[in-house]
């Protein structure tokens, strides 16, 4: 069985600052991994995802992410947040065989301030 | 596109009455479908998920029930609320049998009280 920890449950930082949204995993078997934003009292949006191939991710808004399967984690970076990026952030991980469900941490709240 | 609705956004029900709360889902077929509650500070916890028409899987004991009679509808259900059943519930689909992440409905905020 997978399981995600996310060590931070909040993460307060300033605008323009960078920030770092730490997520560990644990599983047996190969993996892929997520990174989803939710904005307040909306659904899941995917952030960004590693399936195969180079480590390290991107979004279009200046996230990124980076597999090391070393230290079984996938921490979420951007070099300078803006306020729009006050959201929270949920890594997940699924197994790589069809059908495998989702696990998901527990979820890091980033408040970003002016 | 594929878009994924939930009805009703947001809903207060008293302790003991039923539940009815639905997702449709629009321009994709024979999806995977999937309930999660998400409780205060406690990530999300994955309900239901359903890989076809009358096919349900529970993952945790509880005091709800799913169901799907269409191919892109899922229903969460109860017959009698408990105040723990307060929560934010997201709906989710997956194409079947891909390794394609999971799109999240808008959810509805259920308070029971």
């Known amino acids: 069985a997978q399981s995600v920890t996310q060590l931070d449950s909040q993460v307060p930082v300033f605008e323009e600052a960078p920030v770092e949204l730490r997520c560990n995993y644990s599983?047996?078997?190969?993996?892929?991994l997520f990174w989803y934003v939710q904005y307040p009292n909306q659904g899941l949006q995917l952030l960004l995802k590693?399936?195969?191939?180079?480590?390290l991710v991107e979004s279009i808004n200046g996230f990124e992410a980076e597999f090391n399967k070393s230290q079984t984690s996938f921490h979420l970076r951007k070099p300078s947040v803006h306020i729009s990026d006050t959201a929270e952030y949920f890594c997940a991980v699924s197994e790589t065989r069809q059908g495998g469900k989702l696990i998901f941490g527990q979820g890091t709240e980033l408040s970003v301030k002016p | 596109s594929q878009t994924i609705h939930q009805w009703p956004a947001t809903l207060v029900q008293p302790v003991g009455s039923p539940l009815s709360l639905e997702c449709t889902v629009e321009?994709?077929?024979?999806?995977?479908l999937y309930w999660y509650r998400q409780a205060a500070g406690r990530g999300l916890q994955l309900l239901f998920y359903s890989v076809g028409i009358g096919q349900i899987s529970s993952e945790v004991p509880q005091n709800l029930s799913a169901s799907r009679p269409q191919d892109r509808q899922f229903i969460l259900s109860s017959k009698k609320l408990l105040l723990s059943d307060s929560g934010f519930y997201l709906c989710?689909?997956?194409?079947?049998?891909?390794?394609?992440?999971?799109?999240f409905g808008p959810g509805t905020r259920l308070l029971v009280l």
């Open positions: 989710a689909w997956k194409r079947q049998g891909s390794i394609e992440t999971q799109y």
């Open positions: 321009g994709t077929s024979n999806p995977n």
């Open positions: 590693y399936l195969s191939g180079s480590t």
């Open positions: 599983s047996s078997v190969s993996v892929y």
